[in-house]
């Protein structure tokens, strides 16, 4: 059964930083994506950034433009970790934010959460004005 945990969220004031970190058990990334979405009151949930390996494209991150610059994801393939540095928080990254990951290798829409087939239980970000 494959389990996706988040942990890192919590409140922080803008222009401050969290990191997030996704453990992933009975899953092991070696090809396809790994990702991470948010969602907030009355918005769809939106792609944030995806880490992308096959053999086509090599490995590849993908960010969505609102966080270009300000957020960073990497893996840690040892540990079977994904995370997800954010800094230079603004008011609107408040959010539930959830880790996901595909079966599949082949995820050319990497940040469309229907790619998507194993989803986190989310955790919270508040960031504060």
């Known amino acids: 059964q494959v389990q996706l945990v988040e942990s890192g969220g919590g409140s922080v004031q803008a222009g401050g930083s969290l990191r997030l970190s996704c453990a992933a058990s009975g899953y092991t990334y070696s090809s396809g994506c790994m990702g991470w979405f948010r969602q907030s009151p009355g918005k769809e949930r939106e792609g944030v950034a995806a880490?992308?390996?096959?053999?086509?494209?090599?490995?590849?991150?993908y960010y969505a433009d609102s966080v270009k610059g300000r957020f960073t994801i990497s893996l840690d393939n040892a540990k079977n970790t994904v995370y997800l540095q954010m800094n230079s928080l603004k008011p609107e990254d408040t959010a539930i934010y959830y880790c996901?990951?595909?079966?599949?290798?082949?995820?050319?829409?990497?940040?469309?959460?229907?790619?998507?087939?194993?989803w986190g239980q989310g955790t919270q970000v508040t960031v504060s004005s």
């Open positions: 880490f992308y390996s096959f053999y086509t494209v090599g490995n590849r991150t």
């Open positions: 996901a990951a595909t079966r599949a290798n082949y995820c050319p829409r990497t940040l469309t959460s229907s790619s998507y087939n194993y």
